[in-house]
Structures are given as C-alpha cells and as structure tokens.
C-alpha cells in the first residue's frame, strides 16, 4: 500500500502559467510535508515544506497548501519558469521519526 | 561547499561481488539515510542512523548492510550484489528536531552485471 501518492506522473505548462502539483498521504501520524526539486544528475532539493500545524506556506513563486481532513497536500507554482523543469517530490514523515516516504514524483516541463 | 558527498560517483560491480558505497556530511546531524532511486520512482529508504554506531532497517533494507562509524560517515555494503540493486543511490543527513529537513548528496549510479 503505498503511504504518498502524487500526481500527475508529468505536466507540461507554458510559460508564465501556473503549476499545480497534488498528493494525498495514508498515515495519520504525518506531521511534515517537505517538497523536493531534482533536476536530471543531481540529488533532491528541499524547495518547501510544511507542518501539520499550518495550511498554507509560500516562499516567493512558490506556495504549498495542506488540507489535514482531507489528507492532501499540494504545490502551486506561479509564472512557471523553463528553469523550473525538473522532478517535483512530495515526501511526508512524523517528526520524531525523521524518516521520510516520498511519492514516485511528477516530471515537469515548462514551455517556453 | 557540500555538505553531503558520497563516492564514488558511478560504479560498475559483477554480480556476487561485494560493493560499498560511502557517504560523509559535515552538517553536523545526528541522522543519515540511504535510499535508492528507480526510474519512475521515489525514493525508498533503505537503511538509516541515529548517531555514531547505530543502524537501523527502512523499507527495504533486503541485500544491503549499514555502517556508521562516526559522526560524520555513513556507508552502505553490498555483500553479494545482484542486477535488481542497479540503480541511483542517495545519502541524506538531517536532524529532525530542526524540523524534518534532510539534505540529500549528489547520489552514486551503481550498475551491476
């Protein structure tokens, strides 16, 4: 059973449009919801993240917004940029654990 | 300056051979995690540490050992290594009482023939 889902599995959006990235998660016991960038031949980024505690966190062009009843989560990019292409993670992991289950990713392609 | 490194970058092992991967972070965290990366997939935790001499088992810690040794390094073993472990392995270190966050190195592409 897999713990995070994420979704789509790729998108592909203009310029200047806005992205938006889901997940849903399984365990309750959740508390942290980092998203990850990773571009091709490189290691994962933490871009932003979240706690249970919050429903919503934005960092520039970048805001994540959780929903707790509903165990969702998603990421909204604005004006998405080329350089914004890469692979997008969600993650979630309890605090007193520190260990994170990742979603499969969604593959982003910004057109310019 | 990284904070995570992990060597060797890429490496090329037969099938039975003993492989290990290596993994050092200078954040000064008391956590580190290996996972690996297949195509179309997240990752999944594999092993991961505490501190300076524990190990502890991930999701899918089958066919692999853990080592820290210290602090600052954390390596993976292979005793017998098979085709299915081909793929991208990434070292993290975090501390989750700073939050969860874990910062990743720049992984190792492993094949196995």
């Known amino acids: 059973q897999q713990q995070v889902r994420q979704s789509p599995q790729s998108l592909t959006v203009w310029e200047g449009g806005t992205t938006v990235l889901t997940c849903s998660y399984e365990?309750?016991?959740?508390?942290?919801f980092p998203w990850y960038q990773q571009f091709p031949g490189e290691g994962p980024a933490l871009l932003i993240s979240?706690?249970?505690?919050?429903d919503k966190k934005e960092d520039g062009r970048f805001t994540t917004f959780f929903n707790k009843r509903e165990k969702k989560l998603s990421l909204h990019i604005i004006d998405s940029q080329p350089g914004d292409s890469a692979t997008y993670f969600c993650a979630a992991s309890n605090t007193n654990t520190g260990k994170l289950t990742f979603g499969d990713g969604t593959v982003l392609t910004v057109k310019p | 300056e990284a904070a995570v490194t992990q060597s060797p970058r890429n490496k090329v092992a037969v099938t039975g051979g003993k492989v290990t991967l290596s993994c050092n972070q200078t954040n000064n965290h008391n956590n580190m995690y290996w996972y690996r990366q297949d195509t179309g997939h997240g990752l999944r935790l594999i092993h991961y540490?505490?501190?300076?001499?524990?190990?502890e088992k991930g999701d899918i810690p089958d066919g692999y050992k853990a080592s820290r040794p210290s602090q600052e390094n954390f390596s993976l073993i292979l005793e017998l290594a098979t085709p299915s472990q081909t793929s991208v392995y990434f070292c993290?270190?975090?501390?989750?009482?700073?939050?969860?966050?874990?910062?990743f190195g720049p992984g190792t592409r492993l094949t196995v023939l």
């Open positions: 993290a270190s975090g501390d989750p009482t700073g939050g969860g966050e874990q910062y």
């Open positions: 540490s505490y501190g300076a001499g524990s190990t």
């Open positions: 365990d309750s016991t959740f508390n942290y």
């Open positions: 979240i706690l249970s505690v919050s």
